[in-house]
């Protein structure tokens, strides 16, 4: 037997019942009651039937606990399992983030030596402070993604809104993302006629952003049809959003007779006769491009 909270529920009926007839034969108010003279007070008989359907129902549901049992350890290993993928994720993130701050350590280093060879002048601490700075700011925003179009007015806890759009895109059935910190970036505005405010969201490591990145198409998909002007982004730098925003521009005044979407940093073009349906699109666009060629002007201009 599977075991399932109705099955558990039903059980539980059972047992109540049975227990309530004996009760009843030995005119006992609770269990507490029941004792050795009450019992022996009782017609052997339908007191020997209710002990013998008392005892089937025992053994009819021993299966069940076992099951339920099963169940309770696979949750647990589950657990710990996800617990472990997270801390490996967290680790193979620490030893990137080494790897990267070496490295980018050597090139500013290089850099600043083939720059200032001529005059032998020793290298800017500053410069080498800069280079690190850079990697660590890339590694926070690579924990981070950002959801644009939500009302101000649609829920006054953005981390709960970061709950609800990762439950909301996540297609597998193991443990959702766990979100570390959601904030909406900028000042509200007094009047509420202004653009909404971007919320943005943190995990707990670089991949689970990746991951829900590649998902978010299905807001789109939602039956629900406020969600469809909702959409995600990377944590973009400075530099990163004024490029990107000058692809955006590029692309909506590139030639109408074509699809037009962004990737790794360029525009791509392809036929509209050769697009024979939106699935086609679909596995061509990445997860932000799409939505910026659907919604052209809804774009993250000047944030």
Same mark, same amino acid.
């Given at each position: 037997?599977?075991?399932?909270?109705?099955?558990?529920?039903?059980?539980?009926?059972?047992?109540?019942?049975?227990?309530?007839?004996?009760?009843?034969?030995?005119?006992?108010?609770?269990?507490?009651?029941?004792?050795?003279?009450?019992?022996?007070?009782?017609?052997?008989?339908?007191?020997?039937?209710?002990?013998?359907?008392?005892?089937?129902?025992?053994?009819?549901?021993?299966?069940?606990?076992?099951?339920?049992?099963?169940?309770?350890?696979?949750?647990?290993?589950?657990?710990?399992?996800?617990?472990?993928?997270?801390?490996?994720?967290?680790?193979?993130?620490?030893?990137?983030?080494?790897?990267?701050?070496?490295?980018?350590?050597?090139?500013?280093?290089?850099?600043?030596?083939?720059?200032?060879?001529?005059?032998?002048?020793?290298?800017?601490?500053? *410069?080498?402070?800069? &280079?690190?700075? @850079?990697?660590?700011?890339?590694?926070? =925003? #690579? !924990?981070?993604?950002?959801?644009?179009?939500?009302?101000?007015?649609?829920?006054?806890?953005?981390?709960?809104?970061?709950?609800?759009?990762?439950?909301?895109?996540?297609?597998?059935?193991?443990?959702?993302?766990?979100?570390?910190?959601?904030?909406?970036?900028?000042?509200?505005?007094?009047?509420?006629?202004?653009?909404?405010?971007?919320?943005?969201?943190?995990?707990?490591?670089?991949?689970?952003?990746?991951?829900?990145?590649?998902?978010?198409?299905?807001?789109?998909? *939602?039956?629900?049809? &406020?969600?469809? @002007?909702?959409?995600?982004?990377?944590? =973009? #730098? !400075?530099?990163?959003?004024?490029?990107?925003?000058?692809?955006?521009?590029?692309?909506?005044?590139?030639?109408?007779?074509?699809?037009?979407?962004?990737?790794?940093?360029?525009?791509?073009?392809?036929?509209?006769?050769?697009?024979?349906?939106?699935?086609?699109?679909?596995?061509?666009?990445?997860?932000?491009?799409?939505?910026?060629?659907?919604?052209?002007?809804?774009?993250?201009?000047?944030?």
């Amino acid at each position: 037997m599977d075991f399932s909270v109705e099955h558990l529920n039903r059980f539980e009926k059972e047992l109540s019942s049975a227990m309530n007839e004996i009760l009843k034969m030995s005119k006992a108010q609770s269990v507490t009651e029941l004792n050795h003279s009450r019992l022996m007070a009782v017609n052997k008989d339908p007191l020997a039937t209710a002990v013998e359907n008392l005892s089937k129902l025992m053994t009819s549901n021993l299966e069940l606990c076992k099951c339920a049992a099963s169940t309770i350890d696979k949750l647990k290993s589950d657990q710990l399992n996800y617990q472990k993928d997270q801390i490996k994720q967290q680790q193979e993130q620490l030893d990137s983030f080494k790897t990267t701050v070496h490295t980018e350590m050597k090139t500013a280093w290089s850099d600043i030596v083939k720059k200032n060879c001529e005059t032998t002048s020793t290298p800017s601490i500053n *410069s080498i402070k800069t &280079a690190v700075k @850079t990697v660590v700011e890339d590694d926070i =925003r #690579s !924990k981070n993604f950002i959801i644009y179009g939500v009302p101000e007015n649609y829920s006054p806890d953005p981390h709960l809104v970061a709950e609800e759009v990762i439950e909301l895109i996540w297609e597998s059935s193991g443990c959702d993302p766990k979100v570390v910190a959601a904030n909406s970036i900028g000042t509200k505005t007094t009047s509420g006629s202004g653009k909404p405010r971007p919320i943005k969201v943190t995990l707990a490591c670089a991949e689970s952003v990746k991951m829900v990145l590649a998902r978010a198409r299905n807001l789109k998909k *939602s039956n629900y049809v &406020a969600y469809h @002007t909702w959409y995600i982004t990377p944590d =973009r #730098s !400075k530099e990163e959003r004024a490029a990107h925003q000058k692809l955006v521009k590029e692309m909506i005044t590139a030639q109408p007779t074509k699809y037009h979407y962004i990737r790794d940093g360029k525009i791509f073009s392809v036929d509209k006769v050769k697009v024979s349906n939106s699935v086609f699109l679909l596995s061509i666009f990445n997860y932000f491009d799409l939505n910026v060629w659907l919604m052209h002007v809804f774009v993250d201009f000047g944030r």
